[in-house]
């Protein structure tokens, strides 16, 4: 390629710390189809769509804008709207900025449901679709009527659909049909099939008419002069994957060529770039004559004069794929990599993504010496640390590799699996206050190891009979006791570990199994799902059946009783556990000791530092995520940004929590001054934790008291009795351990 150009414009993504906003961090890859419509290039990726403007302007569509869903799977266009539909059978109509849903179709209580193609005739939308035909009628924004064509008394899945002169064709998995434009579409009689070969996925329509078919060996297509005479000849076209048609020219989409024709037929030029990894999906041209190409590896590919001009791909992970979230040393840290079960690995190479500065950086396995299935990351310093589920430990210093850490370098410490003399599975690494990296090997005969930083190799035997079993996270509490969670599904529990800050000797060490036996820590389930701890050094657990807590972990091995104790919640004489009917796949701590909670299906809970009161609950239903299943979070403790990862991809909520301060003396305050008009919170940061906090006027009359969340207060501009305060300047009051208060800021109300 020429020329690489990586767009980091994005007009639509909001960079402000203001309470309550949603931020999208998904991955744009994996371009699958491309439009030009009205001067502007749309490109439909596997998990959303943006436009590209030739002023190198980017605007990502998503839940947090215009779209009302994810998992878009095509596009139309009328004269001033755009028109999207869902892999769920939603569709959007977004016409002067203002987004208007037609649900009919997804809500249709039909098996199999699904929409294959749109087109725009006459200001009207047809939809093709698994059941038939539904027409939309884009003024009124409504279904009007829906056709179905039938063979042996079975309705018929329709692929495209098109008006060729005075017909309707339709594109069935049997042929064509064709139907005279101003019969009674809704009539079976009135459609006659012209086409009997199967599955025609797509009709063409330019200076001939191409049919192009499916089936499952092989692509072909045929061309023909008009609708009466189908040519009978199919013409092989293997590695095709589309076909459309501009600017008077046919283009012909291969997997690493575009192929284009003026007749169908006669090949006039072969774009072909020797790219190391391509493969084109869809193509078009543009006014200037220019021709764009979605490729599913690179991206939105510009082609100018026969030679690839840019690429354009925005800012973002190079994967959706969400396996471990860590935020660490000011970086968000997202690994992509994972297992479908213990024992089989995805072989996935797509590495580690690097959020630092709203800027990504993307690790690949290549970089990382090859390493597979990256499941999780630590850093120490400028260190990084990644472990892989396949190829050991990687370590990265000063952007470069610097060690590959496994059985040969690490005195056989780092053991292989028993199943496979050259996979180790390392699930999770953690550093210690002493600077110990600690982690668990699965499938060995000892797998709890610690590497020091003289890089001094040592390993221990659980002797619990839980040696050779797949393990997940590790934590180390304030003590440093190491615990860590036996496979999920084997219903095994947890263990903790104390080397008695020993770790050359193992003969005063002790170990311990954590169960939902009564004295073994009760838990609610053994199948659990992840560990935390909280700030005042709790250890909280998610397992399949809801949360528990240890307030003692210091305990464990005094012979006093330990057990994890559940939250109760109760609402009037009712009373049941915390979540105990969802299985709690993250939690993860905020600046005030809040605990936000993911689950698998019920979306993202926050709840107060003792569990006890839900502050919000956000559901796909209710909020910009994309999927009720939450997979990990992580929380930048200094911005109160709450990162979210899940089964669709990466997005973050700012909330009004972070990390309490040292000293009171410079005090963040967003935004000040403030217009009087102005309806957000007023965010006042870099309080001491959990300081209370006083606003007066300057006759130093009360205005506003509270509590920090952690190092974090809001205020919504009003007094004591809720009216809005007018213009003017107002004093912050902050009160040191001892209560002793003092002026610390000041806010400027302006008209």
Known sequence: MRNLLILFFIVNQSFSNEIGTWKDYYSYNGARKVFYHNHQTYCVTNNGLFSYKNNNELFLYNKLNFTSDYGINNLAFGSNTLIISYENSN??????????????????????????????????????????????????????????????????????????DNYYLAATNIGVFKAEKNSLLNDPSNWSQIDTNSNVVKIVNGSRIIFLYE??????????????????????????????????????????SIVTSTNGIDTLDNYNENLRLAKFKSACYDDQNNIWIADSINGLIKITNGSVESTILPSGPSS?????????NSKLFMSHGGHSNYNVNNLNYQGVSILEDNSWTNYSSQFLGNSRDIVSSTTNGNTEYFASWYDGISEISSDNLSNKFGYSNTNGILDTTY????????????????????????????????????????????????????????????????????????????????????????????YKLITTNLGQGALPNNNVNCITKDRNGEIWVGTYEGICVFNNPSLVFSG????????????????????????????????????WIGTLGAGLYLLSADGTEEIHHFTSESSPLPSNNIIDIAINSKSGEIFIGTDKGLLSYTSDATIGENSQNNLKIFPNPVKQSYNGLITIDKIYTDANIKITDM???????????????????????DNKVPTGIYLIFTSDDLGNEKISGKILIIK
């Open 91 to 164: 569709i959007d109509i977004i016409e002067d900025n203002l987004t208007s849903s037609v649900t009919d179709i997804k809500n249709l209580e039909i098996a199999g449901k699904k929409i294959n193609n749109l087109t725009v005739i006459d200001n009207e939308l047809f939809i093709s679709a698994s059941y038939g035909i539904s027409k939309i009628n884009l003024i009124k924004k409504e279904i009007s009527d829906t056709y179905y064509l039938y063979k042996n008394g079975e309705s018929i899945e329709i692929n495209d659909f098109k008006k060729i």
């Open 215 to 256: 089936n499952e060996s092989e692509t072909n297509y045929k061309v023909s002069e008009d609708i009466s005479n189908i040519s009978s000849i199919l013409i092989s076209a293997n590695s095709l994957n589309n076909i459309t048609y501009s600017n008077d020219k046919f283009l012909f989409v291969y997997d690493n």
């Open 320 to 328: 959706n794929n969400v396996f471990d979230l860590n935020f660490s």
């Open 419 to 510: 199943y496979s003399n050259n996979r180790i599975q390392i699930s999770d690494l953690k550093f210690d206050s002493y600077g110990n990296l600690w982690g668990l090997n699965s499938q060995v005969q000892k797998p709890l190891f610690v590497k020091t930083p003289q890089n001094e190799w040592y390993s221990y035997t659980l002797n619990l009979a839980i040696e050779g079993l797949y393990f997940d996270e590790i934590l180390i509490d304030n003590t440093s006791q190491k615990w860590g969670i036996i496979a999920k599904g084997n219903g095994k529990g947890l263990f903790v570990y104390d080397d008695n800050n020993t770790i050359d000797n193992q003969y005063d060490d002790q």
């Open 560 to 595: 006093y009783n330990f057990d994890a104790q559940q939250i109760l919640i109760t609402e009037g004489d009712y009373g049941q556990y915390l979540l105990s009917t969802e299985s709690v796949k993250c939690i993860a701590v905020d600046g005030g000791n809040r605990k």
């Open 699 to 721: 006759n130093f009359n009360l205005i506003f008291e509270g509590y920090a969340n952690g190092g974090r207060v809001t205020w919504n501009g009003r007094d004591v009795d």
